[in-house]
């Protein structure tokens, strides 16, 4: 009975963090303003993708990567992605910034 306990005590510690991220649309407006940072993250046909891209783009992402990639406490975006409105510009790239973007780019090409 007690290993049930922690264990969901575990498991609500864990999940907690993840429920306060998705408050209002739970994204965040990155503004990337050199397409350059998401290429490290590419592989060659993706490349093609961003080739073709103009800066500044905007990327909606989740309220942990847009802290990553801004550089920005995750808590400060989670309160303005409530209210809704987050934004903030990217300061490096990361995989999941990159996936999105070119994700988004292919949706509004088609």
């Avoid at 739970?26 to 503004?31: D, E, K, M, Q, R």
Wanted: aromatic share 0%.
């Amino acid at each position: 009975m007690r290993k049930m306990m922690i264990a969901a005590a575990v498991v609500a510690a864990i999940s907690t963090p993840a429920l306060a991220q998705t408050g209002g649309s739970g994204l965040v407006a990155v503004n990337v303003q050199n397409v350059d940072i998401l290429k490290n993250f590419l592989n060659n046909s993706q490349v093609s993708v961003l080739d073709n891209v103009s800066a500044p783009i905007t990327v909606n992402v989740p309220v942990g990567v847009a802290a990553t990639v801004c550089d920005v406490n995750a808590n400060v975006l989670a309160q303005q992605a409530k209210r809704g409105g987050a934004t903030c510009d990217a300061k490096n790239g990361s995989r999941a910034l990159t996936q999105n973007a070119i994700r988004q780019l292919q949706s509004q090409n088609r």
